[in-house]
């Protein structure tokens, strides 16, 4: 990038231009036939009919007549007053008496729900509340380990003993097809949904015209810092830019870096520029990648050399190095100033040193002012497997609800620092005074997140773990000194036989 030092081993920096980064396309899925609901069905009689009886003949004898004649009147007088007894029955009285010997309660129904980082004490109450408004429905919630989760979903789904209900990350779509559907139009429409979920939220789970999943939350990329080591320096607020003036990563990371007599260094600036020892290396680069413009399947472009060239400079400055313990580890420690995860590693640093001092701002933006951050969150969705798919799909539009979404949140900040960040656009103003969320639902409101199959800690033994471990390799590779290009074009390589493997184009 334009004040990035260039090695003369690698090709010259270039100028970060705005994202082209589209999420992965799949190809368009037919949306599987929806269950019809069952209804008692109650038999209507047919409607009672009667006719005037025919005229008699003329010619019997006169002493009959008369009786005759009054006899049939009667009989038309009785006639008419039955059919108005009958028609007041059926207008007014069938639907009444019908439902004395019709069933009230809908059949029952036990729906299996997998879930993986909630515990049953956030999620037994929202089943509670809403089994009292559906009391035939029966849902087990069972917490599932997330190793090999996404495999076993699909194996046991197969088999016939999968969910009805299960939870996926916002990057599995295509690796999940056999195993999804769509939201059907009665339970929410494509409106509703584009209106009360954020944009990113419409780019990852739609497929054609129709989308698959619910999100009950948002999450991605921040940069998180240690406010003490920050004042400690001298510096009033954290870089809000890459690179191009006196606040920028690379001039605040180096103004924090503390290094002995040897140049061991004793505290970080920030935790970039190795795979080893950075959690969500992966995610930090392809966050560089789209905002110069590159692609994650376009690695052999000069793009991604200089994106790679940028993040690499924060180890070939010293500013950290594979010396360094865990980037997390070190951040508790108070060993590295900041870092770049999602906020639900914020979690896990208060956890295990409260007293630390943590503090949160959105990504830094490109030269452009253009400001770019991975997503990386999780989405309720239907089995195409299931038996019970309708009444799946209506507890998960329950669950969505703004009721429910904020009980779910307020039962989580009970049992930790603070709940997940919603997914409704018209439930963000409850969370700008939160200093640990703000800066997340900041980027959903102004599109900063993309999505990439890139993602840490998703476990899926597919598309993204196969991805990182060939960016894993090339970015080590080119600490033992392999040049910039050959290293991406060796991991070009294996990158697309992933998306080939996974038959994504």
């Known amino acids: 990038m334009d004040n990035s030092p260039v090695d003369d081993k690698n090709q010259p920096s270039g100028t970060i231009q705005p994202p082209t980064y589209e999420t992965v396309p799949v190809s368009e899925i037919p949306q599987p036939v929806q269950p019809e609901e069952v209804s008692p069905n109650v038999q209507t009689p047919e409607e009672v009919a009667g006719s005037v009886p025919p005229a008699y003949p003329t010619d019997m004898p006169p002493v009959y007549e008369e ?94 003993n999968g969910p009805d209900l299960y939870r ?77 003036d006196q606040n920028d990563v690379l001039t605040v990371a180096s103004n924090l870096t503390v290094r002995n007599s040897d140049g061991t260094i004793l505290t970080s600036g920030i935790a970039l520029g190795t795979a080893n020892n950075v959690e969500h290396f992966s995610e930090s680069y392809a966050m560089l990648l789209a905002l110069n413009g590159g692609n994650i399947q376009a690695l052999q472009d000069p793009e991604a050399t200089e ?115 919603y997914s409704r656009k018209d439930l963000a103003d409850t969370l700008k005074q939160n200093e640990y969320l703000k800066p997340v639902i900041d980027q959903a409101e102004t599109d900063a997140y993309i999505s990439a199959p890139v993602v840490s800690r998703t476990f899926d033994n597919g598309l993204n773990d196969e991805i990182n471990q060939y960016l894993r390799n090339a970015i080590n590779s080119t600490v033992q000194g392999v040049d910039y290009s050959t290293a991406l074009n060796t991991a070009a390589q294996g990158i697309s036989k992933a998306f080939e493997k996974f038959k994504i184009e």
């Open 307 to 421: 994106a790679l060239q940028l993040y690499r400079k924060f180890g070939e400055d010293n500013l950290w190095n594979e010396t360094m313990p865990n980037s997390v580890s070190a951040f508790i420690e108070g060993k590295v100033a900041m870092l770049i995860a999602p906020s639900w590693q914020i979690l896990a640093i208060k956890a295990q040193n409260p007293q630390l001092d943590v503090k949160v701002a959105p990504v830094p933006k490109g030269l452009n002012d253009t400001r770019i951050s991975v997503a990386s969150y999780w989405v309720e969705g239907v089995n195409k497997f299931s038996k019970n798919q309708l009444e799946s799909w209506k507890f998960l539009k329950f669950l969505s609800e703004k009721e429910q979404m904020t009980k779910m949140y307020e039962a989580q900040s009970k049992v930790r620092l603070f709940g997940s960040a």
């Open 67 to 160: 009786s005759k004649n009054t006899f049939m009147i009667a009989a038309v007088v009785i006639a008419f007053f039955l059919a108005i007894l009958f028609g007041f029955y059926w207008f007014f009285l069938k639907d009444r008496l019908a439902g004395l010997s019709t069933p009230t309660s809908k059949e029952a129904v036990t729906l299996t729900y997998w879930g993986l980082w909630e515990e049953k004490e956030i999620m037994d109450p929202l089943i509670a509340a809403y089994k009292q408004k559906n009391p035939n429905v029966t849902i087990n919630y069972e917490v599932q380990a997330p190793v090999d989760y996404r495999e076993k979903l699909i194996a046991r789904s197969k088999a016939g």
């Open 168 to 244: 996926f990350h916002n990057t599995w779509l295509p690796e999940i097809q056999e195993v999804i559907t769509s939201v059907p139009g009665e339970i929410m429409s494509t409106d509703e949904f584009e209106q009360t979920f954020y944009p990113i939220h419409q780019r990852d789970l739609k497929i054609g015209e129709a989308y698959y999943g619910i999100p009950l939350y948002i999450d991605g990329l921040v940069l998180i810092y240690n406010n003490q080591l920050l004042q400690q320096a001298g510096i009033v607020s954290p870089p809000s830019v890459w690179v191009g």
